[in-house]
């Protein structure tokens, strides 16, 4: 059974950090796209990052370049998002995504495109 688990929000002040955790069980990370997405209230999920699988490159969300760094450690089977610089605007539910597809820059950032999806974790960047 595929499942992916997030970890790592919580509560911190503009100019921070976080680091994010997907975890997943039932298959091996490495053979799979993964992807990082967020969903503010009353907005639409966006992508915000992806790593592909067989270390086939990475992609950002042009508003988190440079200050957000995605990861993968195949021991753990654990991909990262490691975010510092944080603003008020990256507040939202961050959910992580898997699929066997590559992703390329036309479709990384394109939710149906992932066939997993973990449960999300909350982060709020406030004073």
């Known amino acids: 059974q595929v499942q992916l688990v997030e970890s790592g929000g919580g509560l911190v002040q503009p100019g921070g950090s976080l680091r994010l955790s997907c975890a997943a069980s039932?298959?091996?990370?490495?053979?799979?796209?993964i992807g990082w997405f967020r969903q503010a209230p009353g907005k639409e999920r966006e992508g915000v990052s992806c790593i592909n699988k067989r270390d086939r490159g990475t992609y950002y969300k042009d508003a988190v370049k440079g200050r957000f760094t995605i990861s993968r450690d195949n021991a753990k089977n654990t991909v990262y998002l490691q975010m510092n610089s944080l603003k008020p605007e990256d507040t939202a539910v961050y959910y992580c995504?898997?699929?066997?597809?590559?992703?390329?820059?036309?479709?990384?950032?394109?939710?149906?495109?992932?066939?997993?999806w973990g449960q999300g974790t909350q982060v709020t960047v406030s004073a």
């Open positions: 039932g298959f091996s990370l490495d053979d799979y796209a």
């Open positions: 995504a898997a699929d066997l597809s590559v992703k390329y820059g036309g479709a990384w950032y394109i939710p149906r495109e992932y066939g997993y």
